[in-house]
């Protein structure tokens, strides 16, 4: 498909390294692959590193047609149910800060900084974890390299996302760490962790205006 515009993100070495191979394997698979092919760099697009001050770590798009748009966790505004995971981190939310956005669309989060990156970025339709072997993981970890060059605040999900972080350098950062949202491992600790009033603490502290997490201040 080619390279969209992602600015300075694209001085990574994955773009030069590794891109063309999985651009060219992606090109190759004849099944419907998520999220479509303009959306699939859209959490880079909408967070310049230049903007980023919270990361969250996803795996792989939602492998079910209409609700990936290339955001971590995130899914289409019309989205009814929400994703499992995603209807946790709501619950979560209005637990920490007695608000939650009123769909599954958190565009507006990224447009506030919050880099809602997956270390996988394409999944076909119905398979998930089916492009896990194609080496997108080396994308997420350059991320993490560049955004940790600043204090940025980490909220890592799971075992998979948490060994990620020996890719974050030394700084002062904030790395949040719990089990993640998934029904099968939320009320292993990550109901009760409360990391959106935690970040948003963080960047008082630092001078920094607080993430608007339900995002009634503008329109994802």
Known sequence: MGLPDIGTWGDLDFFRDDWPRIDAALAED???????????????????PEQ??????????????????????????DVTPLPRSLKNIFKEMQDDLGVAPE???????????????????????????????LGWQALAHQV???????????????????????HIRPGDHLILKSPHPSPLSASRGFFGSHPFSAVNSWLKNRGEPAIDWAMKSEAA
Do not use: C, M
């Open 52 to 77: 980023t001050r919270v990361v969250i770590l996803g795996q792989d798009p939602y492998p079910t047609p209409g609700h990936a748009h290339g955001l971590a966790f995130s899914v289409e505004p």
């Open 144 to 166: 993490l390299e560049k955004t940790s060059g600043k204090p940025t605040a980490y909220i890592l999900w799971g075992k998979p996302a948490q060994k990620l972080a020996d």
């Open 30 to 48: 004849d099944r419907d692959i998520l999220p479509p092919a303009p959306q699939r760099f859209a959490a880079l697009q909408l967070t310049p």
């Open 103 to 133: 769909t599954g669309d958190l565009r507006g989060w990224a447009r506030q900084g919050v880099l809602l990156l997956n270390t996988v970025l394409s999944v076909p339709a119905g398979d998930a974890h089916g492009h896990k072997g």
